[in-house]
């Protein structure tokens, strides 16, 4: 199988080179590229000075926008498989076969965290909760960590999400794919690692936030984004 991992970057020059040594030591059968998200750092420096594979976006688009931009590459590349791997370090190169073998039978696969055992109790853990809620409503679907990033998709998946009217790695797309692609949704169980360096962007106000757009988007913006993907056709 043809794969891609991709893993979009900003303001990761401290946790960069780490985790590609990573991967490389886990001696994966995989390519990957590293999506530049207009970093202000030296991420773009630390990709050069070691030659790795990257797309140097010119300004921050956001993970979404990130992300996509690694979906068109890999649907111009003919890749098979393409992974979501967090630049920071969270996210364990040991798993990566885990996901490419569960994704030859279905569409999208998960790594979720909390598949075998229970959620922490924690604000944002309600809000995990409140998602995987709003996805079994409207999909049918029960989803164990819906917030995680670690998220393997097929062939036909990524002509979707490279094609498709912005598309990120977020539940709401997951679940608008359920919807409306038919796409077959597992999750396979895995373990994360602390973030390697910096800061993450969600703090308790942005996980608030974020849990309540995914939510309500999920919820109610499903069907306006339907009729918008219509309206492009």
């Known amino acids: 199988m043809k794969t891609l991992l991709i893993i979009p970057a900003y303001n990761e020059e401290d946790s960069i080179e780490s985790t590609i040594n990573s991967i490389m030591n886990e001696g994966l059968d995989v390519d990957y590229l590293i999506v530049n998200d207009g970093s202000k750092d030296s991420t773009a420096?630390?990709?050069?000075?070691?030659?790795?594979?990257?797309?140097?976006?010119s300004t921050n688009?956001?993970?979404?926008?990130?992300?996509?931009?690694?979906?068109?590459?890999a649907y111009r590349h003919g890749y098979e498989c393409a992974i979501q791997f967090d630049a920071d370090g969270q996210h364990l190169p040991e798993y990566v076969h885990i996901l490419e073998e569960a994704i030859k039978s279905s569409d999208i696969v998960i790594g979720s965290r909390?598949?075998?055992?229970?959620?922490?109790?924690?604000?944002?853990?309600?809000?995990?909760?409140?998602?995987?809620?709003?996805?079994?409503?409207?999909?049918?679907?029960?989803?164990?960590?819906?917030?995680?990033?670690?998220?393997?998709?097929?062939?036909?998946?990524?002509?979707?999400?490279?094609?498709?009217?912005?598309?990120?790695?977020?539940?709401?797309?997951?679940s608008y794919l359920i919807k409306s692609a038919n796409a077959k949704v597992v999750e396979v169980p895995v373990k994360m690692a602390e973030r390697v360096a910096g800061e993450s962007y969600l703090n308790p106000w942005t996980s608030f936030v974020y849990m309540l757009r995914m939510f309500v988007s999920i919820l109610f913006m499903q069907l306006v984004r339907k009729r918008m993907e219509e309206a492009e056709k």
């Not at 079994?136 to 990524?158: C, E, W, Y």
Request: with cysteine.
């Open 114 to 174: 909390f598949l075998t055992q229970k959620k922490p109790i924690s604000p944002r853990m309600l809000g995990s909760n409140l998602i995987s809620l709003a996805i079994k409503i409207t999909t049918g679907k029960k989803l164990s960590d819906p917030t995680s990033g670690m998220r393997a998709f097929n062939k036909r998946m990524i002509k979707y999400l490279a094609l498709g009217l912005n598309f990120g790695p977020e539940p709401d797309t997951v």
């Open 45 to 57: 420096k630390v990709c050069r000075k070691f030659h790795y594979p990257f797309l140097d976006l």
């Open 61 to 73: 688009l956001g993970l979404a926008g990130a992300f996509q931009a690694g979906m068109k590459y």
